[in-house]
């Protein structure tokens, strides 16, 4: 067999990851529904706003989407290990279709709206975790860490095209903005089923134990294993503080403006900074630089990103604010996807979904700390002196969280390890199937009994 990699000298280019069928029916799901999402949230919070009159009940209608992550974000990811990955994509697909179409229904009471947006937003952890656990088995090599980096791009850009359209149309029709999103589940239910090949379950009938330890293992797996654990902490301490500006763009914004700029448009520029350097970063670092390059800038660019919202201290215009946003979102987006891409090397199949719910409740509730505290904090003392104070303990978290970084030969014993749990079975020595991942390593099922190869590295662990 060919191996069809991009050469370890070089990144894979847009091409080789566009050219793959499965995931262009995967990102163009993903990016439909994401728009739909921030659509939606625009919407709903105008609903309930003009329903209750009420902002703190407007603010919960935002908040409420991010609350499975928060009571049971890793449970609910566990879910997708025992299923297909295409059919938990599907299903939550066209589950929150129903549900978002029944809150678009005019006369809704308010308690009513904000139990279906929760029902609705429970569908949220499996789908995303059965995405990230299907994209290593669509791209393979360094096409899997531009794909991760292309994914992230896209979904900033959702966010800034969802809020804007969402807004828009709410003030129009807040019914038309609710069946807006429930139109893009279901197109993205087709996609995927139509445009996505069936796999086999990472986990058998007879591997599954109960749904709780099931999730502690996942648990487990990520902070048992030093690779994971420190890749774990290196993106929870990013989340930890490039969230800030975006999370307290208003009251800074209402604190100091440049002459000729308004209130409003000063919070729009600090908050669409850091998406727009994500965006900038991911494409860039994803694209010019080789993937053992990536691998070693990762820790100078997880310093880099804390350091950048430094010069908070000296409380700059709100443009300056932005360009510093900016370039703590360049810096993050250039350390996500490759760091995003050792994991998936290191983890072995059978827990991908279950590591997604792990690190994605991580950040979900690490980017809500962040921000409460440091809202907290600004309660008492200027923004400026907060966010620049609390970035520079970001840079001393993170030169420890690089001081702490596994060496080379522990990096590659985990990848090792990796490549034996997901080709081997550790009782039988057969190679293709394992307690672990059911699936063949390329993923294929193995009731098709075709000969395969490992799983090949692109390019050495720095």
Request: with cysteine; hydrophobic share 50%; proline share 7%.
């Amino acid at each position: 067999m060919s191996d069809e990699r991009p050469s370890p000298d070089g990144p894979a280019t847009f091409r080789e990851v566009f050219g793959q069928s499965e995931y262009r029916a995967v990102l163009t799901a993903s990016l439909l529904s994401w728009i739909g999402d921030y659509v939606a949230k625009a919407a709903v919070t105008v609903l309930v706003y003009r329903e209750s009159e009420s902002i703190a009940l407007s603010a919960a209608a935002f908040a409420v989407s991010y609350l499975p992550w928060l009571v049971g974000g890793p449970l609910l990811a566990a879910l997708a290990e025992r299923y297909p990955y295409r059919r938990v994509m599907v299903v939550c697909d066209l589950v929150r279709m129903a549900l978002m179409t029944l809150i678009a229904i005019p006369g809704t009471p308010v308690w009513a709206i904000l139990a279906l947006l929760f029902a609705t937003t429970l569908a949220n952890p499996p789908s995303q975790a059965a995405r990230s656990a299907l994209m290593p088995a669509i791209l393979s090599g360094d096409r899997l860490v531009v794909g991760l980096s292309l994914n992230a791009s896209f979904g900033q850009a959702a966010q800034v095209v969802g809020y804007l359209l969402g807004a828009a149309v709410a003030t129009w029709n807040t019914t038309a903005a609710l069946l807006i999103n429930a139109m893009t589940f279901a197109v993205s239910a087709a996609l995927v089923r139509w445009g996505v090949r069936e796999r086999a379950s990472a986990m058998t009938a007879a591997h599954r134990t109960h749904l709780l330890r099931e999730t502690g293992e996942g648990f487990r797996i990520v902070f048992g294993n030093p690779v994971l654990r420190a890749i774990a902490l290196l993106v929870f301490s990013a989340m930890l503080f490039s969230i800030v500006p975006e999370g307290l763009a208003a009251a800074w914004a209402g604190e100091r403006t440049d002459p000729g700029m308004d209130t409003g448009l000063a919070q729009a520029v600090i908050m669409a900074a850091n998406p727009a350097g994500f965006i900038l970063g991911g494409l860039l670092v994803g694209r010019a630089v080789a993937p053992a390059r990536r691998l070693t800038l990762m820790r100078p660019l997880a310093v880099a990103a804390p350091l950048a919202l430094v010069p908070a201290l000296f409380d700059p215009p709100p443009l300056v604010v932005a360009l510093l946003a900016a370039t703590c979102g360049f810096a993050v987006a250039g350390l996500l996807p490759t760091a995003n891409g050792l994991f998936v090397r290191a983890l072995p199949n059978g827990f991908r979904a279950r590591a997604f719910g792990v690190m994605a409740t991580g950040m979900q509730v690490i980017q809500g700390g962040a921000v409460l505290i440091t809202g907290l904090f600004a309660d008492h003392f200027p923004i400026p002196t907060v966010v620049g104070l609390w970035s520079a303990g970001g840079v001393l978290l993170m030169l420890f969280t690089a001081l702490r970084w596994p060496d080379r030969r522990t990096v590659e014993a985990a990848v090792e390890a990796a490549d034996r749990a997901n080709s081997e079975d550790p009782v039988t020595g057969d190679r293709s199937r394992s307690p672990a991942d059911p699936r063949r390593h390329d993923g294929q099922p193995a009731a098709e009994g075709r000969t395969g190869e490992r799983g090949r590295r692109s390019h050495a662990v720095t």
